[in-house]
């Protein structure tokens, strides 16, 4: 409960612990801070460089919504004046919720020291498990005023964790670990808005480039969202104009018996109660959308995934209608399928299908959530992924049954996050979304760095 003695406890020695964060180019407190995010074409992993250390060194992380901690590899050269392990018994340890390890076998370096506590981690990419040390240092972001990126904001006393090399697996080229989002006490939101104060809200926004060749932005805190179309830079979008909000969820780890609920997850999950195709209903047993104790059920959305994941009935059924609602789109111009093309299943003939503003001329998808009203529109520059010169595919991929190994029945992927502005309020538990920024003429990559 927020309210409990060792929640305000806790939240009190992240305040004083980080209290001394200054600009680089005054004393003023920031409203916002903000972080360029990448997308890499060969693994479609989404990147940030973060400003770590003294002296400060550029460090490229994937980005994680769902992931609990920042952590990077620390065994590879990792120097810096300013870094601190984090004491077994230090307010840092329990603010990670992490454990004491007496020894380390090797010679003292930064992620290898006595008398330290080590956090359980997850390299979400690969799937696997790491336990990094508690770490202490300073990092450096850039302020905003929500229309371009400013001066550099000095942050000390950052808790991450410090992995090693081999913990990098299957993480993209050049990455040195992974920054976490969720809601979790050590995560950057939550650190950042300790460290300023009220007027720092905990909050943050994600914009996902759909482009390789140009930046994506990352915001935290609360400030304007303010893009800059590219056909003329002089012109101001303000993009919150179009947010539509519904609630975040709480969702729980699975258990061994279903009688027994599980912890809860940092993820970030919202109730879709049902999936429209050109306003035709999917049919779907809503058992599966909805939220169990087990763990099993519901929707997530993940920066994680490329592509939106749907469990087999559900997958089967969209794929159906989608396919029937195509004729209706194309005005009944046949438009032909071909071979699958891993990891996608339904792929069509390219010259089959126009093209728009909103990418490929598809039928239109929608989301909908528990407030009826509100719904989140997924066009073909969202539902498609151009796969060949020739081939188009549908992306969305089938997940497979529920079982007791997997968790939610739709994971909102990254393609279709690509070019809507996402902000998460952690405080008030709601996520606002645009739908695709194309509707306004602007992409993710129009915001000045």
Request: glycine letters at 6%; hydrophobic letters at 35%.
């Amino acid at each position: 409960m927020a309210s409990s003695p060792r929640f305000i406890l806790l939240s009190l020695l992240i305040f004083f612990s980080l209290s001394h964060a200054q600009t680089s180019s005054s004393h003023s407190k920031p409203k916002a801070l903000v972080l360029p995010i990448s997308k890499d074409a060969s693994t479609l992993q989404y990147l940030t460089h973060l400003n770590l250390g003294t002296p400060s060194l550029q460090t490229t992380l994937v980005v994680d919504l769902g992931g609990r901690h920042l952590w990077i590899d620390c065994s590879s050269g990792y120097q810096s004046s300013t870094y601190r392990p984090g004491h077994c018994g230090s307010a840092s340890c329990s603010l990670a919720k992490a454990d004491c390890v007496s020894i380390c076998p090797n010679p003292a370096r930064p992620g290898c020291n006595n008398n330290t506590c080590k956090v359980l981690a997850k390299n979400s990419v690969f799937g696997g498990f790491l336990i990094p040390e508690v770490a202490i240092d300073t990092i450096s972001i850039r302020s905003t005023d929500g229309s371009k990126a400013g001066s550099h904001v000095s942050i000390p006393n950052f808790i991450f964790a410090c992995a090693e090399s081999f913990d990098l697996i299957n993480l993209a080229s050049g990455a040195k670990g992974m920054l976490g989002l969720a809601k979790e006490r050590v995560s950057m939101p939550t650190q950042l808005s300790s460290a300023f104060g009220g007027s720092f809200r905990r909050k943050f926004a994600i914009c996902l480039p759909s482009n390789p060749k140009a930046n994506g932005v990352l915001f935290f805190g609360d400030s304007p969202y303010q893009f800059h179309p590219g056909y003329d830079t002089s012109k101001v979008v303000e993009v919150s104009s179009s947010f539509r909000y519904t609630k975040l969820h709480v969702n729980y780890e699975t258990t061994a018996s279903p009688r027994l609920q599980g912890a809860q997850l940092p993820e970030y999950f919202v109730k879709i109660t049902s999936i429209l195709v050109n306003q035709k209903p999917v049919p779907i047993n809503s058992t599966l959308l909805d939220f169990h104790k087990t763990g099993i059920g519901g929707s997530r959305i993940t920066t994680v995934q490329p592509y939106t994941t749907l469990e087999t009935a559900i997958y089967k059924s969209f794929v159906k209608v989608f396919d029937e609602q195509m004729l209706v789109t194309t005005g009944n111009r046949k438009v032909r399928k071909v071979a699958a093309v891993s990891p996608f299943k339904d792929c069509y003939r390219k010259e089959d299908l126009d093209m728009s503003l909103l990418g490929f001329s598809v039928p239109d998808i929608y989301l909908v959530f528990e407030n009826r009203d509100v719904n989140w529109l997924i066009t073909g520059a969202n539902s498609m992924v151009e796969v060949s010169n020739d081939v188009v595919c549908l992306g969305f991929l089938d997940r497979g049954p529920n079982t007791g190994l997997t968790t939610t029945s739709i994971d909102i992927g990254a393609h279709q996050l690509q070019d809507n502005l996402l902000q998460f309020d952690i405080a008030a538990s709601r996520l606002a979304f645009t739908s695709t920024l194309l509707l306004r003429e602007v992409e993710c990559s129009n915001f000045k760095f």
